[in-house]
């Protein structure tokens, strides 16, 4: 393979050529082969770094001088456009240098997640295992399960490794740490790997991601004339790729946030990221700053304490390095929601597709025309949105409770489940537990049966069309009873985002449940709770079926739980596996945990006997199919915001719901 040719088409024949060799049992030739793939690879890696670099500081020249330019804001807008489009050109010249034009263009998808999923690092293991090369052998297995925690075999083979003779534990070396230390720190919670986590996290970002965007939508060179076509269509298909291009790099962000080996992204990773940050402020905090806000406390300490290396050694540092990343933040945020305006504008006006990856959109960058199918079904309360927004509006104090992912699918070992905590807060959880005990009429959703379920508790069952009567009669209160809206509204956004369902979700059933174990009636007790159901189907444990008909909720596509205490015994909610036998998870209740997962056969799932004590949860399907949101909710909603003295804009659902 000679020196000119493209690196990327080098690199998808080297590594095929590596698989070959490697299912031919060729080992020698297998390992040279894998191991100059992933050395082109990250050759290719640091030229775009390189030449992003370069051409990032051209780029900068270039829009000093449109400043300059005294232009109608119109055309000044196309400017930018064109002068987003420059690092591009730049860039394909300062990459031409190096390769052949065929270089330039991106690496193949299938590659991409070959190399992204680190597959080429099993082959690695296996072949230099045949080699009886063990340390390298134990280094790739190692590489290789970083991206793939859940990968048993992997996991076994580690095992084995390390009761080899010749390996040590510092030969499970992670080799493609350079290229993804930003994730490394996530997990330790000491601020200075934090803190280079943040500094990483940047770099990554500005360089590999949103190099690869200017890579992608660069103009073929055959585009790039204007004979023969007109040049409205000319500029046309300039401002789609200038959008292309916008929209690609506001995608970086989630995929930034996506570990290795991961699909979905860690959705809340800025908010959560600011948070940090000012919690390592706040420590750093001195007294008589304690009046300022974070923000003004950065500029403060910036640009009024000259010597504070001397007087403070690092801590002060720290602090500066915790002011220069939050300034960061703040800087990228707005730029993204500059870039999110001209994408909007797209959408608009030039039928452009574009799907905001950001939950925190603030509402008025979203044109007023867009607004409606934006917002979905137009939540109360997007918590997120408001998180990150709130942050950056007050000077950067957050006072929210941050949502977590306490356990995602590997956790519990399944597919579609996740469980989040902080989705409310102990105040909302004893809001709505006096709502319950005021208001839970005995079988209100179970059709007026007390017991459904077993002899041995008591249910409690509120819907959400009995909170609103109750509250319309002033039996309950009607912040309380909004309250159950909100959080029903918080889950749908929170999980919607977590699952990335493209399509829009709808509620298509709200119950507030309380399971009470009957005194003097818990010896020897062997039955469950719940038993073990699918919730959109019927499930026949012996044939391994699930019968997709009613009485089965069929339209359910997700299920949430909300919990709201813990002063009870048993209470667990519990996956098996198909045969109702098999427990693959457990998950203890608790205020404000939600437990969320795909409503069909993958989930099967119980509870566990409540032995003592009350036990009260909010559950929640939701549904694709807008034929089968629950009108009573949206009605009720409407009724209560068009009373309600909030000063939010009584907007879609109620003209919605007068029809019929
Ligand atoms: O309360 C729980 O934890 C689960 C309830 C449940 O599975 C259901 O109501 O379908
Ligand atoms: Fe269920």
Redesign the pocket.
């Known amino acids: 393979l000679s020196g000119t040719m493209a690196l990327h088409s080098r690199l998808f024949s080297v590594y095929v050529a590596g698989v070959r060799a490697y299912f031919g049992g060729e080992w020698s030739r297998a390992a040279e082969l894998l191991e100059k793939s992933i050395e082109t690879k990250q050759s290719l890696f640091r030229l775009r770094r390189q030449c992003h670099d370069d051409c990032l500081s051209a780029g900068s020249h270039a829009l000093s001088r449109l400043g300059e330019l005294r232009t109608g804001s119109g055309v000044r807008e196309t400017c930018t456009s064109w002068v987003t489009d420059r690092p591009a050109e730049c860039l394909r010249f300062c990459m031409g240098r190096s390769i052949t034009p065929a270089g330039q263009l991106p690496v193949s998808t299938d590659i991409e997640y070959e190399f992204s999923t680190r597959n080429p690092y099993n082959f690695l293991q296996v072949t230099y295992y045949k080699l009886e090369k063990l340390r390298k052998a134990a280094a790739a297995a190692h590489t290789y399960f970083v991206a793939n925690p859940s990968h048993l075999e992997m996991r076994n083979n580690i095992e084995k490794y390390r009761r080899m003779k010749g390996v040590t534990d510092e030969d499970f070396q992670d080799r493609e740490l350079e290229n993804e230390k930003h994730w490394v720190s996530v997990e330790q919670h000491e601020i200075q790997l934090f803190l280079s986590f943040m500094g990483e996290y940047f770099k990554v970002h500005s360089h590999s991601c949103r190099v690869q965007c200017e890579v992608a939508s660069q103009p073929m060179p055959e585009d790039r004339g204007t004979d023969g076509i007109s040049m409205s269509i000319f500029l046309y298909s300039r401002a789609a790729l200038s959008l292309s291009l916008l929209s690609c790099r506001q995608y970086c962000v989630t995929q930034v946030a996506t570990r290795p080996g991961r699909i979905s992204a860690q959705e809340d990773l800025l908010p959560t990221q600011l948070e940090h940050l000012h919690i390592a402020q706040f420590k750093g905090q001195t007294a008589e700053n304690n009046d300022k806000s974070s923000v003004d406390q950065c500029y403060f300490t910036t640009y009024t304490t000259p010597n504070y290396s001397e007087s403070n050694g690092s801590f002060v540092s720290d602090h500066l390095f915790v002011c220069f990343l939050i300034q960061e933040i703040v800087g990228y945020v707005s730029r993204s929601l500059e870039e999110k305006k001209l994408l909007y504008f797209g959408v608009e006006n030039l039928d452009f597709k574009f799907i905001d990856p950001d939950l925190w959109t603030p509402e008025d960058v979203v044109p007023e025309s867009l607004r409606e199918s934006w917002r979905g079904e137009c939540p109360f309360s997007p918590v997120h949105r408001l998180l990150l927004v709130s942050v950056l509006l007050s000077g950067g104090v957050i006072r929210q409770v941050g949502v977590t992912i306490a356990m995602d699918d590997d956790l519990l070992n399944g597919t579609n489940r996740v469980v989040l905590d902080g989705v409310a807060t102990e105040k909302e959880c004893e809001k709505i537990l006096q709502l319950a005990a005021v208001a839970a009429s005995v079988g209100d959703g179970y059709r007026g049966r007390r017991s459904p379920h077993t002899p041995h508790e008591t249910f409690e069952g509120l819907t959400v069309l009995r909170a609103v009567k109750l509250a319309q009669e002033g039996l309950v209160n009607q912040s309380d009873a909004q309250l159950l809206h909100e959080l029903g509204e918080r889950v749908r956004v929170l999980l919607h985002s977590y699952f990335r369902s493209p399509s829009a979700l709808f509620i298509s059933f709200t ?1 507030l ?1 309380c ?1 009470t174990a009957v005194e003097g009636e818990q010896e020897g007790r062997l039955d469950l ?2 038993p073990v ?1 699918v ?1 959109n189907c019927l499930l026949e444990p012996e044939t391994k079926q699930c019968w997709k008909e009613p009485p089965a909720f069929i339209h359910r596509d997700l ?1 949430a ?1 909300l ?1 709201l205490n813990d002063n009870f015994d048993g ?3 519990f996956f098996t596996n198909r045969d109702a036998k098999t427990v693959t998870a457990q ?1 203890k ?1 608790g205020c404000g945990r939600v ?1 969320g997962f795909s409503s069909g056969p993958v989930n099967p ?3 566990t006997a409540v032995t003592r004590g009350r ?1 009260c ?1 909010l ?1 929640l ?1 939701f549904t694709k199919e807008k034929l089968y949101r629950d009108m009573v909710r949206i009605m009720s909603r409407c009724s209560s915001s068009c009373s309600s003295s909030s000063g939010r804009p009584v907007s879609c659902w109620c003209r919605d719901t007068r029809v019929g």
Do not use: F, M, T
Request: proline share 4%; aromatic share 8%; net charge neutral.
């Open positions: 119950h449940v399971r709770s719940h159901h919730d299920s739980i919990y209470g667990e909610l998950v209740p437990v799932h119980g509870v036990r949860a559950a399907w």
